[in-house]
């Protein structure tokens, strides 16, 4: 079965730009999971969502941050306007109903500027 | 915030030496999990372990999980140079709810 996609892989950009990050999770996954890793760090929760409703966004800066999952499959995430310190990886995760085991995608590499 | 801290932060073995990786946590949790992170890739799950579990084995893993002392480990035996990564614990309550991965640990075996 075809993993988790997230595209770009890359983006640099300079602060106080808009970028935005899409994922399309594994075919029958109804929960999805956006990270964020900076480097030498862990990855932190930023928004969980179980079909198209959010379960978890208390770690999201909503002032900057937002994402939406519409019909209950891909995902965006976006970032308006973007900080320095918002470069990191940011992962895309993705798990069957009811179950624990998070399939992650390969990540989005940003660079601020 | 992150949960779970990683102890040692680096290790560097010798292929066929065993390697133990700690996590402690600070809350009440449902499930642990381990994963593994390539250089450069996402992250792969290794093995889930439950709050009422206190052992597992997957293959030449094996996990630990003392609730009352809030802390797991991760046993590699046999390690190969192919188990060079970095790997994290992961905390969860019911549902994967408030999923929280600590700092991880950058292993490195040497051939």
């Known amino acids: 079965e075809a993993g988790v996609a997230q595209s770009p892989r890359y983006k640099i950009i300079e602060k106080r730009q808009s970028v935005a990050f899409w994922c399309n999770p594994i075919?029958?996954?109804?929960?999805l999971y956006w990270y964020q890793q900076i480097l030498g760090q862990g990855p932190k929760l930023l928004i969980q969502f179980q079909n198209n409703g959010v379960v978890d966004d208390s770690q999201l800066p909503k002032d900057r941050f937002s994402a939406e999952r519409l019909k209950g499959v891909d995902s965006t995430l976006k970032i308006q306007p973007a900080k320095l310190e918002d470069s990191a990886v940011y992962l895309c995760?993705?798990?069957?109903?009811?179950?624990?085991?998070?399939?992650f995608g390969p990540g989005t590499r940003l660079l601020v500027l | 915030s992150q949960q779970g801290e990683e102890d040692p932060q680096a290790l560097s073995i010798q292929e066929g030496e065993n390697a133990t990786m700690n996590c402690s946590y600070k809350t009440s949790i449902n499930n642990l999990q381990w994963y593994r992170q390539n250089s450069g890739r996402g992250l792969v799950h290794l093995i889930l372990?439950?709050?009422?579990?206190r052992e597992k084995h997957s293959g030449r893993l094996r996990v630990t999980l003392d609730t009352s002392k809030k802390s797991s480990s991760l046993l590699i035996t046999a390690s190969r140079a192919a188990d060079t990564a970095s790997y994290f614990c992961?905390?969860?309550?019911?549902?994967?709810?408030?999923?929280?991965f600590g700092a991880g640990t950058r292993l490195t075996v040497k051939p």
């Open positions: 992961a905390t969860a309550l019911y549902n994967n709810n408030d999923m929280r």
């Open positions: 075919s029958g996954h109804a929960t």
């Open positions: 995760a993705s798990t069957p109903l009811a179950q624990e085991t998070q399939y």
């Open positions: 372990i439950r709050s009422n579990e």
